[in-house]
């Protein structure tokens, strides 16, 4: 049951779902901004905004999931370690 909700929060770790939400939506965007027409560059000043507002985005979102994959979420200690019960531990005396 510990181990479940332990893989529970690393998979539902804010890193990763906003990682892959701006990894999904730079993704979008970018290929929005190789498809512009001239009229919409004129319009932005001849700056291909969906172009670089995508590439940024595919930037932030793969630095969120390096950074989840360098520091990994490290979940908590379960109660039978807390109480003293961990591995490689001994019993507790009788008497």
């Given at each position: 049951m510990e181990e479940?909700?332990?893989?529970?929060?690393?998979?539902?770790?804010?890193?990763?779902?906003?990682?892959?939400?701006?990894?999904?939506?730079?993704?979008?965007v970018t290929i929005a901004g190789f498809?512009?027409?001239?009229?919409?560059?004129?319009k932005a000043?001849?700056?291909?905004?969906?172009l670089w507002a995508g590439l940024s985005m595919l930037v932030l979102g793969l630095l969120f999931l390096l950074w989840l994959r360098l520091s990994p979420t490290v979940p908590p200690p379960s109660r039978r370690e807390t109480e003293g019960g961990g591995p490689g531990a001994a019993p507790p005396a009788e008497g």
């Open positions: 479940r909700s332990a893989s529970a929060a690393r998979l539902f770790d804010i890193r990763r779902v906003i990682g892959v939400l701006f990894v999904v939506y730079g993704l979008l498809f512009v027409s001239d009229a919409d560059l004129a000043q001849d700056v291909n905004i969906n």
